[in-house]
């Protein structure tokens, strides 16, 4: 017997060290907690200084478990994207702490930072933007096994960018094509074959398909779900399309300028909203329906949405909210259960007088 | 992953209509598969198959096409052709003076390609064989020039545009610095400065003034391709510096250096005319267009013909290096096609 097969931990490939420290489904494989991203406002030509931040985000907590979709919503220039970013470690984060699988990867550089990339993959939202124009198709979906040689063995890389692009529903042949030869739904496709290469465990979605038509958009979430099945998945899906986020998260988080402010399973935030700014979100969903949408009770905010250079204090949400009370500009809410909830409203808020609609 | 549609209690609740009602298009559950299969994939013609295509295949395509672009490269070739093997294109020794007999005569157009055709000069060379010759300072000096400036402004732009912050800022007013010396004068000043002055010297002079240009193209470049998407994507899949620069960024930024350094080109070849008409660049026995130019203007009024033709010879090839650089930005720009 060799000294390898005498090893307790026999685990040769990747593959087999992955299982060895696989997380039960349920249990949270990405902790983040209280993560802020400032970008910082400066004056002056030569000696810059700086006058103030742009809290894009601003205190994020949330976990991500095991083989589960996350959706997060929020209107534009919430800090979703940002929030994605610094998850990835493309922009660096100014506080807080990202702990995948219990270890720290916030602070990660170099090779550490590179291995922890393997397990943690995106799909971008332009499909258009998102691939290499001079770089064929085989190029780029064989660009991660170049990035990490021990993934796929040379000899073996040209299969596996076809196997890959059979698992994402293209033809293998198409190996040699460049991206602009497909259509958007079939190079959102190859977008994710690239984010699928390295076996991650986590894939994070940005918008993957606000750019694509509606008709493309429900193929390419059959697409995700479908590989999250196969691959066991975990994914922390990034959108403003309400339906979208419903159909696919087990989880939604619903952010605005900056903060989470709201956390539950889909029932619990679709059905029983207890924050006022995802009632009002909720109630902006396009109804189909002429009766039902008579019938419905529109909540519509007044103002704009606060520069996040200068949020309000308190509650972020006060200066919008038909519920302010003084309170709400003394006190900053926490994202808690309240005591007086029941039942499915009983999930985080971070509202002080949080509370289910009445008429629902 | 649960059925969600057992989930949604209650007929009358106005949330339950965020689900599309048209299920032909947008039934995502239970159809899982199916739907993936029913893209339509772009099927191409199966004669033009294999046939893969990129910005410059297109661009060649498109070039092919255009009257300008197939005029000035046969220009560019034949004058490539005659600055390699000027003996091709003239028997008669460029230096071969003939005082007593030749002296200013006149063009005989009837001696096609001979020492006569087209006069001679002052000191009684063929002007014929001499704009031959001259070529080849032209071209290797406009050709080296260029090449030099790429290399030099490309490696400085591109740090610039990629790394920025004070890399930037430094190499920014260097270029700035530079960009404020006037051309000419800046290499009037360099070339005084140098023992012995041929096209070698002058190619130095040129190509350390004339980078600042091309870096602040390439610069702009890489700024602009630096924030997209796909480099942003590979830096996420862990690519190294290397591997964005010249996998990524450098493919996507090229182009518009390379076509200000194809219309680039045609200016130095007139800069080193310059510098040699002014007696500051080439000087005789050296062969050139610019100090035959120099010489020429000397006896504009009894021979006007011995300034014409390498004035004419200077002219139509920085013309074929313009329209050539015009051809290809016109072809690089898809806008434009």
């Given amino acids: 017997m060799t000294i390898d097969g005498a090893t307790p931990l026999g685990a040769t490939t990747p593959e087999e060290v992955a299982f060895a420290q696989e997380v039960p489904r349920g249990e949270p494989i990405l902790e983040v907690r209280k993560l802020v991203k400032h970008f910082p406002l400066t004056k002056g030509i030569l000696f810059k200084k700086q006058v103030g931040a742009v809290k894009a985000v601003d205190g994020v907590s949330f976990d991500l478990m095991q083989g589960e979709t996350l959706g997060i919503v929020g209107e534009s220039g919430c800090g979703k994207s940002t929030l994605a970013k610094v998850l990835m470690n493309l922009e660096p984060a100014t506080s807080g702490s990202v702990k995948y699988k219990g270890e720290e990867i916030s602070k990660l550089t170099g090779s550490a930072l590179k291995a922890v990339r393997r397990n943690i993959q995106m799909v971008f939202q332009d499909p258009y933007t998102s691939l290499n124009p001079r770089m064929t198709v085989g190029d780029i979906i064989g660009e991660p096994f170049e990035i990490h040689p021990e993934v796929a063995p040379k000899g073996d890389r040209r299969k596996a960018v076809q196997d890959l692009l059979d698992v994402v529903g293209l033809n293998p042949e198409y190996i040699n094509r460049y991206p602009h030869q497909f259509s958007g739904g079939q190079r959102q496709r190859i977008g994710i074959a690239r984010g699928l290469a390295l076996k991650p465990e986590i894939i994070i979605c940005d918008e993957p398909v606000s750019a694509l038509d509606v008709s493309v958009q429900a193929q390419v979430i059959n697409l995700l779900e479908k590989l999250q099945g196969e691959f066991n998945l975990s994914y922390m899906f990034i959108a403003h399309d309400l339906s979208i986020v419903r159909h696919i998260s087990d989880r939604v988080g619903v952010m605005y300028l900056g903060r989470m402010v709201e956390i539950g399973s889909d029932l619990e935030i679709y059905d029983h909203a207890t924050h006022p700014y995802t009632q009002a979100l909720l109630s902006a969903v396009p109804v189909p329906d002429p009766t039902a949408r008579e019938s419905r009770d529109r909540i519509v905010l007044v103002g704009d949405v606060p520069s996040p250079a200068n949020p309000p204090s308190g509650c972020r949400f006060r200066t919008r909210c038909w519920k302010a009370q003084e309170k709400c500009e003394r006190e900053d809410p926490a994202l808690t259960v309240r005591d007086w909830l029941e039942g499915r409203a009983r999930h985080d808020s971070a509202c002080h007088f949080a509370a289910e609609r009445e008429n629902g | ?337």
Wanted: overall charge neutral; proline content about 5%; glycine content about 10%.
């Fill in chain 2, 1 to 337: 992953m649960p059925d969600r549609n057992d989930a949604i209690p209650d007929d009358h609740d106005p949330l339950r209509n965020i689900q599309p009602t048209d299920s032909d298009h947008l039934d995502y559950v239970g159809q899982q598969g199916m739907a993936v299969e029913q893209e339509t994939l772009i099927e191409p013609d199966p004669v033009k198959r294999e046939q893969a295509r990129s910005l410059w295949g297109d661009a060649w395509r498109d070039l092919r096409r255009r009257p300008i672009f197939l005029i000035s490269a046969v220009l560019i070739l034949l004058l490539v052709l005659i600055a390699i093997f000027p003996g091709l294109f003239t028997s008669t020794d460029p230096r071969a003076a003939d005082l007593t007999n030749n002296y200013l005569r006149r063009p005989d157009w009837s001696d096609f390609f001979g020492a006569g055709w087209f006069g001679y000069d002052g000191q009684g060379r063929s002007i014929y064989a001499r704009v031959i010759y001259g070529a080849r300072a032209s071209i290797t000096v406009g050709i080296c020039v260029t090449l030099a400036v790429t290399l030099l402004g490309g490696l400085a732009g591109m740090t610039a545009g990629y790394f920025g912050g004070w890399i930037d800022a430094v190499i920014s007013r260097i270029t700035d610095i530079f960009f404020g010396i006037p051309l000419l004068l800046g290499a009037l000043v360099l070339l005084n400065a140098f023992a012995t002055r041929n096209v070698w010297s002058v190619v130095i002079a040129l190509a350390f003034l004339g980078w600042t240009q091309l870096a602040r193209v390439m610069r702009g470049s890489v700024i602009t391709v630096k924030q997209s998407d796909y480099v942003v994507a590979g830096r996420a899949l862990g690519a190294g510096t290397g591997r964005l620069m010249f996998r990524h960024i450098l493919p996507n930024a090229i182009a518009p250096v390379i076509v200000v350094a194809t219309i680039a080109l045609g200016g130095y070849i007139t800069a080193e005319a310059t510098l040699s008409f002014l007696g500051i660049g080439l000087q005789d026995p050296t062969i050139s267009w610019g100090v035959d130019i120099s010489s020429a203007q000397k006896v504009i009024r009894q021979a006007p013909f011995a300034l014409f033709f390498p004035a004419a010879a200077l002219s139509i090839t920085v013309l074929a290096f313009i329209m050539l650089g015009d051809a290809v930005r016109d072809a690089l720009d898809p806008k434009l096609r």
